[in-house]
């Protein structure tokens, strides 16, 4: 996975392109992209800052805080397809979700397999 540019770099960056330098002669003296200066020039402008943005983390399932409804109901309907399941969530929780991620957290989450 790659890494952010340094934060010194950034710097530079923005500090040669606020010294009047063009966005293509800064990528060359930099070799950087020249879409990455304009980006950094804009973030400066607007927030006086070029930290690098996260990067990665944790994303929640979506079917998480419907973990119990859903255990509950497929412990009273255990034959339930996952187009039933999907047609369930719509109906009862107002969920619309792909039939895959229903399948991933049947089989991640509740450890189960349909």
């Known amino acids: 996975m790659p890494r952010p540019y340094s934060e010194d770099l950034r710097l530079r960056v923005v500090n040669a392109v606020a010294s009047g330098r063009t966005t293509r002669a800064v990528s ?17 402008k607007q927030t006086c800052h070029v930290h690098p943005k996260q990067i990665g983390g ?22 339930m397809t996952l187009k039933e399941v999907q047609a369930w969530l719509a109906g009862e929780q107002g969920l619309s979700l792909s039939i895959s991620a229903i399948d991933k957290f049947l089989r991640q989450k509740l450890k189960l397999s349909l």
Do not use: D, G
Request: proline share 5%; aromatic share 12%.
């Open 28 to 44: 060359a003296l930099f070799q950087v992209s020249s879409s990455l200066v304009f980006n950094l020039h804009q973030c400066w």
């Open 58 to 79: 944790y994303r929640r399932a979506l079917l998480e805080p419907y973990e119990v409804a859903l255990t509950e109901q497929l412990s009273n309907s255990p034959s």
